[in-house]
C-alpha cells in the first residue's frame, strides 16, 4: 500500500491540479465580475432614478386628466424633472395644487421639479401633480395613459399611467396634517 501523503510527485500532481482549478476558477469570477460591472455601468448611464406607481384617474374624451407617481433617486447627484411629453392629450404639464386664502388652487409648476440626491418626490393628490389637458380618448379604470417624463440628467423616461379610481379627494378639514 503506497503512502500517498508522503510522495513527493503525488504531491505534486495535487498542488498543480489545485492551482489550476484556482486558476479556472478566478477566471470565472473575474469574467462576471466584468459583466456584473459592465451591466451596473450600463444600468447607471440608462436612467438612475426609478418611478413608482405612475397612476391616473377616470376622465372623459376631450377633458382634463392627472398623473401621479413617485420618483426615487438613490443616486450622488440631484437630477430635475423638466417637462412631460405625451400623444394622449393636447397638453401635458406639471402643476402643483396648493391652498391660497383658504382656496385650493393650481399653478405651472416653472423650471421643473428637483430631486435631491438619495432623495425622493411624491406626485400625490393635493400637491404635484401631471395635469393632462385635451385627452383624445376616454380614460377608463384599467386603461393606460402612456407619457414620458423627461429628465435634465437621467433624460426621458417612458411611463405607463395606470387608471385607477385612488382615493377620493378629501375635503381639507379632513386633512389637518396638510401644510399650507
Ligand atoms: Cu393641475
Known sequence: MPNLSSDPGGDYVGA????RRLAA?????????ALLFAHGAAGA????LTIQHPWSRPATAGGVG?????????????????RVETAAAQWAGLHVSQMRDGMMTMDEIKGG????????????????HVMFIGLKKPQKVGDVLPA???FEKAGRIKV??????????KPMADMPGMKH
Do not use: C, H, W
Open 16 to 19: 498543480m491540479i489545485t492551482r
Open 25 to 33: 476558477v478566478s477566471a470565472l469570477f473575474l469574467t462576471s465580475a
Open 45 to 48: 448611464a440608462a436612467s438612475a
Open 66 to 82: 392627472v398623473g401621479y407617481f413617485t420618483i426615487l433617486n438613490p443616486g450622488k447627484t440631484p437630477d430635475r424633472l423638466l
Open 113 to 128: 421639479v428637483r430631486i435631491d440626491a438619495g432623495g425622493r418626490v411624491d406626485f400625490q393628490p393635493g400637491g404635484l
Open 148 to 150: 414620458t417624463l423627461v
Open 160 to 169: 405607463d399611467f395606470k387608471v385607477e379610481t385612488g382615493a377620493p379627494p
